[in-house]
């Protein structure tokens, strides 16, 4: 399963969509029909159709029905940062007098309302 070099890629050509010149190893890219984002592998020519394979499923994707997946890097560092976020409200809720209010509000029974 060698990888082809990029000297070679330019030379296939497609009909729609992301071009084979656009494409390298190493590339972020999505499948837009799934939403799957990953990184070039290997590019392989089947039957005239170049695929992409992606490391995130390493299966084969045609070139042309990829797009450049710019922005999910800032993407997951955001959620990331949000959780975190969220984490220290947490922890900040329950070390504080939030949760002993929270507490003194309930009558302590169990009823599920059914």
């Not at 900040?92 to 509000?105: I, N, P, T």
């Amino acid at each position: 399963m060698g990888a082809f070099s990029n000297t070679f890629i330019a030379e296939w050509t497609s009909c729609s969509g992301m071009l084979a010149e656009e494409i390298t190893l190493g590339m972020r890219v999505r499948y837009p029909r799934t939403g799957t984002t990953g990184t070039i592998l290997r590019i392989e020519q089947v039957r005239g159709d170049v695929f992409a394979e992606l490391d995130s499923t390493n299966l084969l994707y045609r070139i042309d029905h990829l797009i450049p997946a710019s922005g999910s890097e800032k993407t997951q560092k955001t959620l990331i940062e949000d959780a975190k976020e969220v984490i220290e409200r947490e922890k900040e809720f329950v070390a504080g007098q939030g949760l002993q209010d929270a507490w003194k509000a309930t009558d302590q029974s169990c009823e599920g309302g059914g």
